[in-house]
């Protein structure tokens, strides 16, 4: 299994930058796929997930009305376009997929890829 995620940068503020995470090596139609992200010296926290079979999303408060999940499913590919970027959305982005996503956490076996960092400044 693997979750291959990418497009991280530097960008400034209010600019947009959208990641990719490729997934591979299973079927993830039951799964869910998520961002977390992780600023310096800070805990991973959670970003957004989304079902793929339903489509269903939940965002964190942080990035409501500014981050977008989506999917494709032919690609098996799960995509984060991020707008109004904020200095504080500085992090390294982690792609994730788990059988289910509540309360900003996941549940069960969960697969995690590498990070891709994305720099926003001001």
């Known amino acids: 299994v693997q979750l291959q995620a990418s497009g991280g940068g530097l960008v400034q503020a209010g600019e947009s930058l959208r990641l990719s995470c490729a997934a591979s090596?299973?079927?993830?139609?039951?799964?869910?796929m998520a961002w977390f992200r992780q600023a310096p010296g800070k805990e991973r926290e959670f970003v957004v997930c989304?079902?793929?079979?339903?489509?269903?999303?939940i965002y964190a408060d942080s990035v409501k009305g500014r981050f977008t999940i989506s999917r494709d499913n032919a690609k098996n590919t799960v995509y984060l376009q991020m707008n109004s970027l904020k200095p504080e959305d500085t992090a390294v982005y982690y792609c994730a997929a788990a059988p289910s996503c509540y309360g900003g956490r996941l549940y069960g076996d969960a697969y995690w890829g590498q990070g891709t960092l994305v720099t926003v400044s001001s």
């Open positions: 989304i079902s793929w079979s339903s489509g269903n999303t």
């Open positions: 090596g299973r079927t993830f139609s039951r799964y869910v």
